[in-house]
């Protein structure tokens, strides 16, 4: 079955500081993966997808088919980046819904 | 270019009564799909549809229905309110179905059911 795991539901840092969400999936084929963010009172929007291994507002995020993992990292946080972040998944029988994990609060702190 | 465009932006309705809730695609955009949300359960996938067809449901109650016009636009229906069904309901629109381009979401409604 299709399952998104976002381990943390809270995670806080000091501007500057490494940040690492987390995200595991669970998916029988080859999946599509997303994160999405949500700034507050913004509606939900895409923020990076692995298949295009692009670095959106210093984010990245590395597909690991080994461990299934989709973690999002950025090297220096900004207090700006404070927002909700989901882990999303898509692919096969599955075509055109997202697997939406539980989200992520990340509050970056000055 | 316009984005999703939801309306109404806030509804309340009683137990019991019915509502209907709109998404206008991206121009262009041919798969639509509904998500609720709320605090307990985060983002659950509703249906999508994609060519005025119902492609992919997901796991509610046939209180729960949807449907696609020839122009791209969606409405969904719930019929028999429960207080349950209070929630954000968030339409996205992809270009094609499983666009690895990702789907771009609207505002959303806002149901309370009292």
């Known amino acids: 079955a299709q399952r998104v795991t976002q381990p943390e539901k809270l995670l806080s840092v000091f501007k500057g500081a490494p940040v690492e969400l987390k995200c595991n999936y669970s998916?029988?084929?080859?999946?599509?993966l997303f994160w999405y963010v949500q700034y507050s009172r913004q509606r939900l929007q895409l923020l990076l997808r692995?298949?295009s291994r692009e670095s959106i507002k210093g984010f990245t995020a590395d597909l690991n088919k080994g461990e299934t993992s989709f973690h999002l990292k950025k090297p220096f946080a900004q207090e700006e980046d404070s927002a909700m972040y989901y882990c999303a998944l898509s692919g096969g029988s599955t075509l055109g819904r997202l697997y939406f994990g539980r989200g992520t609060q990340l509050t970056v702190w000055p | 270019k316009a984005g999703v465009t939801q309306t109404p932006r806030y509804l309340i309705k009683t137990r019991g009564q019915q509502v209907t809730l709109s998404c206008s695609p991206i121009?262009?955009?041919?798969?639509v799909s509904w998500y609720q949300q709320t605090p307990g359960q985060g983002l659950q996938f509703l249906f999508e549809y994609f060519s005025e067809t119902q492609r992919n449901k997901g796991n509610f109650p046939g209180r729960f229905s949807g449907r696609q016009f020839s122009n791209s636009r969606s409405e969904m229906n719930v019929s028999t309110l429960e207080l349950g069904d209070s929630a954000l309901y968030l339409c996205?629109?992809?270009?094609?179905?499983?666009?690895?381009?990702?789907?771009?979401f609207g505002s959303g409604t806002r149901l309370t059911v009292v």
């Open positions: 692995h298949i």
């Open positions: 998916y029988s084929g080859s999946p599509e």
């Open positions: 996205a629109s992809s270009l094609v179905r499983g666009s690895d381009y990702g789907y771009t």
């Open positions: 121009s262009g955009h041919r798969s």
